[in-house]
């Protein structure tokens, strides 16, 4: 059964820099062809595509985070993980991490979600 | 990129059928057949439930089903249940090998 958990530090003053983990449990995402996707919800709207990197190291970005996110793989410990610069408060919102092997979907395999708050 | 279209609420009584568009351009529905819808329920994570516009994963009931037609996507949910009262939103993949979202949907069972 493959979980997904975020980790991270729930609150950032604005300007900081976001760092969110995601350890991927029941399933090693190096050895496969994975996904992995991060997509965020501020609080009571919708839901917004971050980006994604491939088990490879290959990353998408949404144009409009492109110059601010940074995701990483770290092998040795199945997390994968996003940087977000210089954070304002139109950052806060629940974020998830989600993994599949089914192409071209966020797919079958999310993260419980957790919120990040801007402020300080 | 914007986001898809969908109406914010659709709602129907138990047993009934309801559909939800999600409207796109030729840029991303329109150009793919890489359409998939999710289904959150209030403080939890996204349910996926729909992939290539009309494929269900595993275990998903088949009283979720997924079409396109041009830039428009719909799912449609047959013999509406208490437990399907939930937001639902749908996901294309676009040209700029990117993803983005609709704009979501509340479904409500009267």
């Known amino acids: 059964q493959v979980q997904l958990q975020e980790s991270g530090p729930g609150l950032v003053k604005p300007s900081g820099t976001l760092s969110l983990t995601c350890t991927v449990s029941?399933?090693?995402?190096?050895?496969?062809?994975?996904?992995s996707t991060w997509v965020r919800q501020p609080p009571g709207k919708g839901l917004e595509w971050i980006g994604e990197?491939?088990?490879?190291?290959?990353?998408n970005y949404n144009p409009s985070l492109k110059s601010r996110v940074t995701f990483s793989i770290d092998t040795s410990k199945n997390q994968f993980s996003l940087r977000l610069d210089s954070v304002t408060a139109a950052d806060t919102a629940i974020y998830y991490c989600?993994?599949?092997?089914?192409?071209?979907?966020?797919?079958?395999?999310w993260g419980q979600g957790i919120l990040l708050t801007v402020s300080s | 990129q914007s986001a898809l279209t969908q109406p914010a609420s659709v709602a129907g009584s138990p047993g009934q059928s309801i559909a939800i568009s999600c409207t796109g351009t030729?840029?991303?529905?329109?150009?793919?057949?890489?359409v998939s819808w999710y289904k959150q329920h209030p403080g939890k994570a996204p349910e996926f439930i729909i992939y290539?516009?009309?494929k269900r994963p595993s275990g998903v009931s088949d009283r979720f089903s997924g079409s396109k037609s041009g830039n428009t996507a719909s799912l449609t949910i047959s013999g509406l249940q208490d437990e399907d009262e939930a937001d639902y939103y749908c996901?294309?993949?676009?040209?700029?090998?990117?993803?983005?979202f609709g704009t979501g949907t509340k479904v409500t069972v009267l």
């Open positions: 989600a993994s599949t092997i089914i192409p071209y979907t966020q797919g079958e395999h």
């Open positions: 029941g399933a090693s995402i190096i050895n496969d062809v994975w996904w």
């Open positions: 990197i491939f088990h490879a190291g290959t990353t």
């Open positions: 030729s840029g991303d529905v329109g150009a793919y057949n890489f």
């Open positions: 290539d516009v009309d």
């Open positions: 996901s294309s993949y676009t040209s700029s090998r990117t993803y983005v």
